[in-house]
């Protein structure tokens, strides 16, 4: 079974806004030169250039403190023909008089160009910059003011903040030379398509919007497991853990977006107030409950797709006997009328399995007469939505075995989105190109990043208290450790962490 598109209705417009003309501007991207803005930016500029969605006069002034050449900044992609000419290097340090040789390259190209000084600067640099650059584009002239002939915006990549102190912090340093509407953080997940659609499909489809609440789901997993260990990014996340890497953000995201009340409108601003009104109504995580609210855990050695893997704490740039988690499962409760009584579980973890991210809303059974009174267990209806690596949305479903007698089956409809869209553009073409048309709603909100940093701060904190004594505690290669299950409430029916494996080939 498959759902099909209806092609006379697609829409090609963006749901969240009205349209607007990308003008033409300097991508002003600071550590121009580092493995973010190689891998992921530079080439989503290039794809956006070569679709046309770029404005019609733009420059990309890549900043960096070392020296550089363009075609070193473009070493690890192929690029069209053209695009190079888009770019230019500028190597200066951030002091009062760095910054000044900075305002006047880029008036001299705007100058060249004819490009007014629409400047959307972007802090692809490590997170201990971000304030202090930030003030020194304010104090050197590089932030126009909010309401003006020209624009200044700011995208600021995560981490934001360590925990909700440090996140206070680092707002008011960015809001002390930026206005809020001016702050762009980025969460790469909200540029995915099928996190987007997330909204879509609760809100436009009738079907689904009147039962998306405690009469009728049983239960919500968010997962995200990867293959990977820490590769080489032990500096960052041996600091930080998987709590901060994935579930601050992204993973709390994606449970706003599946959990939230209909916006009164599709404006960022109404969009966002829904999702702050969410996160406000989560249940305080009880200090003296962990586990069996949260679990946590680091991975030993292990195969990993046929292949031996060091465990954690041997892996390169690892401190010593390291207390960080590599694995994380939650358990959270929301308390307001629509979702009292649901269990949501967060999942996340390295080195497990499989890769995959995906949400499954796990529907109430029905009464036990007719079917399962005859000794038939038909099972609970499931949606399924496969973020990542493949976008697609399922729905199972019990069905009759062909046949005189009324034996059950599981079945499912199954909807790839690459069966039917393009999908091949990357989350920060999408989210590059909001910036550009200066549309926030797929960026965070101060608030939003508080509150979230606000329910974990608890768990954090208890954690740094509580050094782990089992460490490490799963198997490379397994599902996680095994007191993960432990969290998992019996509710209307048995519970348990679902084997999301079984989708993995669907698309
Ligand atoms: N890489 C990813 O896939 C990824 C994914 C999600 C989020 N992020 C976030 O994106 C940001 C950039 O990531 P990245 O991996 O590209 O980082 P990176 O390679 O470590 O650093 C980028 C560049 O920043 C400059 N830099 C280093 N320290 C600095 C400082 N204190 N102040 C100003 N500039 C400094 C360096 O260039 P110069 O020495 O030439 O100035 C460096 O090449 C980070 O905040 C990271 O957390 C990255």
Request: aromatic residues 10%.
């Amino acid at each position: 079974m498959s759902f099909s598109v209806d092609e006379k209705n697609r829409s090609s417009s963006n749901f969240f806004g009205s349209k607007r003309v990308a003008e033409d501007c300097l991508l002003i991207i600071f550590g121009g030169s580092g493995d973010l803005a190689k891998r992921k930016l530079f080439p989503a500029l290039a794809n956006l250039w070569v679709k046309k969605q770029m404005p019609e006069k733009f420059k990309i002034i890549a900043v960096g403190r070392k020296p550089m050449d363009v075609d070193a900044l473009l070493s690890m992609g192929k690029y069209p023909e053209g695009f190079r000419e888009h770019i230019q290097y500028v190597q200066t340090d951030y002091s009062p008089a760095g910054i000044a040789k900075l305002k006047s390259a880029c008036h001299q190209v705007c100058k060249d160009t004819d490009i007014p000084p629409n400047y959307l600067h972007y802090l692809a640099v490590p997170p201990d910059g971000y304030a202090e650059l930030a003030k020194a584009l304010h104090d050197g002239g590089m932030v126009h003011p909010s309401k003006g002939k020209y624009w200044s915006r700011l995208i600021v990549e995560k981490p934001y903040g360590r925990d909700l102190e440090s996140a206070i912090e680092l707002d008011e340093s960015l809001l002390s030379g930026f206005a809020e509407k001016q702050i762009y953080r980025i969460d790469h997940y909200l540029g995915k398509e099928s996190v987007q659609n997330l909204l879509v499909f609760r809100f436009a489809n009738s079907v689904f919007e009147p039962i998306w609440n405690h009469h009728y789901i049983d239960h919500i997993q968010i997962n995200a497991s990867e293959f990977l260990g820490v590769e080489e990014r032990a500096d960052y996340f041996d600091k930080s853990g998987v709590l901060r890497d994935m579930v601050q953000n992204h993973l709390m995201q994606i449970f706003c977006l599946v959990t939230m009340e209909p916006p009164v409108n599709l404006s960022a601003e109404a969009i966002r107030d829904e999702k702050v009104k969410v996160l406000r109504a989560l249940r305080p995580i009880d200090v003296n409950a962990i586990p069996p609210m949260a679990v946590r855990g680091q991975y030993g050695p292990g195969e990993v797709k046929g292949q031996q893997v060091k465990g954690y704490r041997d892996e390169k740039g690892v401190a010593h006997g390291s207390s960080t988690e590599t694995f994380v499962a939650l358990r959270m409760h929301i308390d307001n009328l629509r979702w009292s009584g649901v269990p949501f579980y967060l999942r996340s973890g390295k080195r497990l399995a499989r890769k995959g991210t995906e949400v499954v809303v796990t529907f109430k059974k029905l009464p036990n007469v007719l079917f399962n009174a005859r000794g038939q267990n038909a099972q609970s209806n499931r949606i399924v939505f496969k973020i990542q690596p493949q976008e697609a949305i399922l729905l199972e479903l019990t069905s009759k075995n062909p046949g005189q007698s009324f034996e059950l089956s599981d079945t499912s409809m199954n909807f790839c989105y690459s069966d039917h869209f393009d999908t091949s553009a990357d989350a920060y073409e999408r989210l590059l190109l909001d910036a550009i048309l200066g549309d926030p709603t797929l960026f965070v909100r101060s608030d939003e990043t508080e509150l979230s940093w606000s329910f974990l701060d608890p768990l954090l904190r208890h954690w740094a208290e509580h050094p782990p004594r089992m460490f490490p505690n799963y198997r490379s290669g397994s599902n996680g450790p095994d007191e993960a299950s432990d969290i998992i409430l019996p509710t209307e029916q048995p519970t348990h962490w679902i084997d999301f494996s079984k989708w993995d080939n669907i698309c």
